[in-house]
């Protein structure tokens, strides 16, 4: 079996193009490298009305919205723009040198009929698979944007619902937790695959059906001034906000997102197949944004195989997220969490101020066949799942080199949770300037190298921090 998956996903993978940094830039160089180097700038008009498109919210329009975007592609770019309305379609597909304006006034509808995102190559949840395509899809493509001050609604409540089904009434009682969230496949609303030079811009998005915009094997992408409001009409699970996925030169700014799971999120692959496929997400600046409710202001992992690296923050806000500044893993994944650099945060009524867990969530983190299937039966994406990472040790995690400064947090219920193993020691991590007032003071475990310098953590219940099982601490 092993041999027959890797023969598959070497031809898989020949999808996309290889990227990776070897030799690391300097921080005052690659910060002004981030984002979209050009955008559209042909100013021809391709209106989806004339296509054929009908604004009644009713009558659905993917092959017409499509049509109009195919022929200003072929005019060698332009603008696809809308008549005030509402637009119901499926999946539709942005191409080199087109920018899909969504104007104030006009609200796409995402369809509710799975069978209207036609499945395709790519990741989802850090493995490699056959899955739907987004709600709007920009993939292999160069020069391309989604902008306008209109609405993208994804209407992903019955996707919501059938999770939710699946889980409770027969996946979790079958021991089949880590898989589900893989076999109920739950469109995205936006993705950007294998592209550079790509603009998301001004649109607000709601009720994502899965993740709201994913970046995937991408580079020189600007995501600025997007609005993500996922908790309308009900609380969509697994509906991350802005999610950079093995991708680099990413640029996010001014967003304000509202999800249910990882509000800005950094991502590189999963277990087995994360690790080879390795690519990382490195030089990441996101800046000037707030989350509100949310499993994570900012978010490393848990798919971390391919490492995530090189990253600026700052700027942010969080209001009653669950948790501020969150890094987490597992002893199969993999990959290195390192040079980030977290400053000039605000933080009110949050969970926990900063996490850091090696070991996360392990229901869902590992992947176990219970007895009663055929190895050979089960679907491949379940068979990538379950391949063990050799040796072990490959599979351990390492987070080190973090420095997080000018943090104020109020009306937290714990400042710090960060638990290392002893396999997996949390390292080097530099707080600065921190003021922080929370219910208690949490713990540290299994860690090396911390410094606090002018941090201050006041408790209701004056708790102090636990520490344990960790040398040359300077707190």
Same mark, same amino acid.
């Given at each position: ?70 022929? *200003? ?22 191409? !080199? ?21 036609? !499945? ?40 919501? %619902? ?82 950079? %996925? ?18 800005? *999120?950094?991502?590189?692959?999963? %277990? ?75 933080? %009110? ?40 990472? !050799? ?59 911390? !410094? ?24």
């Amino acid at each position: 079996m092993v041999s027959l998956l890797l023969a598959l996903f070497t031809n898989f993978n020949c999808i996309f193009t290889a990227s990776s940094s070897d030799e690391a830039i300097p921080m005052e160089q690659w910060t002004q490298q981030v984002g979209a180097k050009k955008t559209p700038d042909k100013k021809i008009i391709f209106k989806v009305n004339d296509y054929g498109a009908k604004n009644d919210g009713q009558t659905l329009a993917t092959k017409q919205i499509q049509a109009a975007i195919d022929a *200003c592609a072929a005019k060698g770019g332009g603008i696809v723009t809308f008549d005030p309305g509402k637009y119901l379609t499926g999946s539709i597909f942005v191409k !080199e040198g087109v920018n899909l304006r969504i104007d104030k006034g006009v609200t796409i509808l995402g369809s509710q009929d799975i069978a209207d995102y036609p !499945e395709i190559d790519t990741r989802a949840a850090g493995i490699e698979l056959k899955w739907p395509a987004a709600l709007i899809n920009i993939i292999d493509q160069k020069n391309a944007a989604i902008t306008g001050d209109g609405v993208v609604n994804a209407r992903g409540k019955p996707f919501w %619902d059938k999770y939710w089904t699946m889980r409770r009434e027969e996946y979790e009682p079958k021991g089949l937790r880590w898989i589900v969230d893989y076999d109920c496949k739950r469109p995205r609303t936006v993705l950007v695959q294998n592209c550079s030079d790509i603009t998301i811009q001004g649109i607000t998005f709601q009720q994502a059906g899965f993740w709201t915009v994913h970046i995937l094997y991408s580079k020189y992408v600007t995501v600025d001034g997007i609005v993500i409001q996922n908790n309308i009409d009900g609380s969509g699970p697994s509906t991350d906000g802005i999610d950079i %996925d093995s991708s680099s030169f990413v640029l996010v700014e001014n967003c304000d997102i509202d999800c249910n799971d990882d509000n800005f *999120c950094l991502k590189a692959g999963r %277990d087995w197949d994360g690790l080879r496929v390795n690519r990382p997400t490195e030089y990441v600046v996101i800046r000037d944004c707030i989350s509100r409710k949310g499993g994570g202001l900012i978010t490393f992992g848990s798919e971390t195989s391919g490492s995530i690296r090189h990253l600026l923050a700052q700027n942010l806000k969080a209001k009653g997220t669950g948790v501020g500044l969150r890094f987490k893993s597992a002893r199969t994944r993999g990959g290195t969490v390192e040079d980030v650099y977290l400053q000039d945060i605000e933080m %009110d009524g949050v969970g926990t101020v900063i996490e850091v867990s090696m070991n996360w969530n392990p229901s869902y983190s590992y992947s176990s066949l219970p007895e009663g299937y055929d190895p050979e039966k089960i679907p491949q994406h379940w068979k990538t799942m379950l391949m063990q990472v !050799e040796p072990p040790e490959k599979g351990i995690p390492e987070f080190k080199d973090v420095h997080i400064s000018h943090v104020i947090a109020t009306g937290a219920s714990r400042a710090i949770s960060a638990s290392g193993t002893k396999e997996s020691i949390v390292k080097d991590f530099h707080l600065s300037e921190i003021d922080i007032k929370a219910k208690s003071a949490g713990s540290i475990s299994y860690a090396d190298g911390w !410094e606090f310098e002018n941090v201050t953590i006041k408790t209701g219940d004056n708790s102090e921090l636990d520490v344990r099982n960790s040398n040359d601490m300077k707190l």
